[in-house]
């Protein structure tokens, strides 16, 4: 990130789908920051639906554990 940008959400650098290292978000910190009254996993699924986005390429999906939502990684190009 050069100096004069603003982090509007945290971006992992050097995160990986498949192998490929790529600049990631969490889905939560968008959903968050875009001020989304929807439930999440509503949210979250319509839009995956909604722009076709597929699963190991566009994002990923991940339990913390069993008891836990899951959190779901995108790139920021699935941002929308």
């Known amino acids: ?10 971006i992992i650098e050097h ?3 498949q192998g490929r290292v790529q600049q990631l978000c969490d889905a939560r910190n968008l ?3 875009l001020g989304v009254r929807q439930i999440f996993a509503i949210w979250i699924k ?3 639906a909604k722009y076709g986005f597929v699963e190991g390429v566009d ?9 836990e939502k899951s959190n ?3 790139s ?5």
């Open 59 to 67: 994002f990923t999906s991940f339990d913390f554990s069993k008891k």
């Open 1 to 10: 990130m050069n100096s004069q940008s603003v982090e509007l959400i945290p």
């Open 15 to 17: 995160g990986t789908i």
């Open 31 to 33: 959903h968050a920051f």
């Open 72 to 74: 779901w990684a995108s």
């Open 76 to 80: 920021p190009n699935t941002a929308s």
């Open 46 to 48: 319509q839009r995956i």
